[in-house]
Every structure is written in structure tokens, then in C-alpha cells.
Nanobody
Framework: QVQLVESGGGLVQPGGSLRLSCAASGFTFKWYAMSWYRQAPGKERELVANVSAAGVATNYAESVKGRFTISRDNAKNSVYLQMNSLKAEDTAVYYC?????????WGQGTQVTVSS
């Protein structure tokens, strides 16, 4: 079955960096676009970034453009989110997502807290 396992979250000071990873299994990873979403307390889940199956095309939320970079390694069945210049408003649970055969799959999420 499809599994998405995120890692790399934690506590970081404003202006700092984190790199999130998502290890995927149970499907042919290289065929599917992948996405990162986040959900802050009391807010709806929102799209942060996505990357095409081949890794050529990317798309970002306006709030993270120029600070975050999504990438993937199809040989390792993994997708990454490099987050730089982090702000307090980036605090959220970050989720890996794939839409596979008409069904949405989410990872368990990883907490990112930006605070001094």
C-alpha cells in the first residue's frame, strides 16, 4: 500500500533553515507529481509546493517563493523541501501528499516550529 513518511521537522530560530524529507513506497514514485502541504493551528491545510514527476516543473505558494525549494530523487523514492529564511508564520505541521489512482494519500506529518 501507499506509504509516505516525513522527517526533518523540528524547532528552529527565525531566519534559520530546515530540510524536510518524505520517503515514499507502495507505488511507482517516478510516475507521479508530489506535493508538500502544511497546516497551522486553527487554519486550513494549504499547498506549499509541488514538483512534477520528472522533477522539471515546480510550483510554490506565494508566501514561500524565494525561500523554499522542492526537489525529488526518483532513484531514492524521496521528495524534499528545503526551507530557508524561516519565519514564525511558517510554523505548522508539514505533510507529504500524492494523488495516486484517483485517491489522495497523506503522510503522518512533521512539526516545524519557528521561534526564538
Amino acid at each position: 500500500q501507499v506509504q509516505l513518511v516525513e522527517s526533518g521537522g523540528g524547532l528552529v530560530q527565525p531566519g534559520g533553515s530546515l530540510r524536510l524529507s518524505c520517503a515514499a513506497s507502495g507505488f511507482t514514485f517516478k510516475w507521479y507529481a508530489m506535493s508538500w502541504y502544511r497546516q497551522a493551528p486553527g487554519k486550513e491545510r494549504e499547498l506549499v509546493a509541488n514538483v512534477s514527476a520528472a522533477g522539471v516543473a515546480t510550483n510554490y505558494a506565494e508566501s514561500v517563493k524565494g525561500r523554499f525549494t522542492i526537489s525529488r530523487d526518483n532513484a531514492k523514492n524521496s521528495v524534499y523541501l528545503q526551507m530557508n529564511s524561516l519565519k514564525a508564520e511558517d510554523t505548522a505541521v508539514y505533510y507529504c501528499f500524492v494523488y495516486n489512482w484517483g485517491k489522495a494519500y497523506w503522510g503522518q506529518g512533521t512539526q516545524v516550529t519557528v521561534s526564538s
